[in-house]
């Protein structure tokens, strides 16, 4: 079995730039194996792992739970983190440079990291969250300082159908002068989906617009969900 930097490197990068660029996300299957997803739930219930739990109903984000890592992070995570960002960051930086905003980003994960605690944003976001029967998610954006990444990651480890009903990963996309689009998915255990923070760039008649878009969950009917949501950039707390 090919460890995740290699699983994650034999992946079609060119089609996950040309899905980004048209369409803000793109799904990548068969990241982890089924013992990986299985390890991140059991996990989930670790002490000394998570730095925060949040309950949604608390917050009004919505009905269910997630916990954000505390560094170090487990080296699977790591490996993700820093494997993808490097194949997301030139995308970003094309993306500043149609919409004209005076923004690069490094080519290694590290360095966005620095940035990130130049500012005072040293706290993970690395999240595992967890839904039950009734749970779902709000629609938002994950922007937490100064220093944000446009894309971010979400892993699938529970397989719908079987683990869970419903829980559909929402998108959607505000479209300058016309009504809102949304994109519904169901990814598979182990695949991971790649979509925009909190916009992407659309050619229009003169030039590149933004299109604001925010990710949710639809309610679960029944069983249980969990995913492992990558977000790039830290956090103040």
């Given at each position: 079995m090919k460890n995740i930097v290699e699983r994650l490197q034999g992946k079609d990068w060119q089609q996950v730039t040309s899905n980004m660029h048209e369409q803000g996300y793109a799904l990548v299957s068969g990241v982890l194996t089924p013992k990986e997803c299985d390890e991140l739930i059991t996990a989930y219930n670790a002490d000394n792992t998570y730095r925060k739990t949040i309950s949604m109903e608390r917050y009004r984000f919505g009905a269910g739970e997630?916990?954000?890592?505390?560094?170090?992070?487990?080296?699977?995570?790591?490996?993700?983190?820093?494997?993808?960002?490097s194949h997301l960051a030139p995308i970003a930086n094309k993306w500043m440079e149609v919409l004209q905003i005076e923004q690069q980003f490094p080519a290694t994960h590290e360095e966005l990291k620095q940035r990130c605690q130049e500012k005072g944003q040293d706290k993970p976001t690395i999240l595992i969250l967890k839904y039950g029967s009734g749970g779902f998610?709000?629609?938002?954006?994950?922007?937490?300082?100064?220093?944000?990444?446009?894309?971010?990651?979400?892993?699938?480890?529970?397989?719908?159908?079987?683990?869970?009903?419903?829980?559909?990963?929402v998108l959607t996309e505000q479209i300058p002068r016309a009504q809102s689009k949304a994109n519904v998915l169901q990814p598979k255990r182990g695949d991971m989906l790649l979509f925009?923070?909190?916009?992407?760039?659309?050619?229009?008649?003169?030039?590149?617009?933004?299109?604001?878009?925010?990710?949710?969950?639809?309610?679960?009917?029944?069983?249980?969900?969990?995913?492992?949501?990558?977000?790039?950039?830290?956090?103040?707390?």
């Open positions: 997630y916990k954000y890592f505390r560094y170090p992070l487990p080296a699977l995570i790591t490996q993700i983190r820093e494997t993808v960002y998610n709000t629609l938002h954006q994950d922007l937490y300082g100064d220093v944000w990444f446009p894309m971010q990651a979400v892993l699938f480890l529970n397989e719908p159908g079987e683990d869970y009903t419903g829980g559909e990963f925009t923070t909190n916009f992407r760039p659309a050619k229009g008649s003169r030039g590149y617009y933004r299109v604001n878009m925010k990710h949710g969950v639809s309610p679960l009917h029944s069983g249980h969900r969990h995913t492992l949501g990558i977000i790039f950039h830290d956090a103040l707390s």
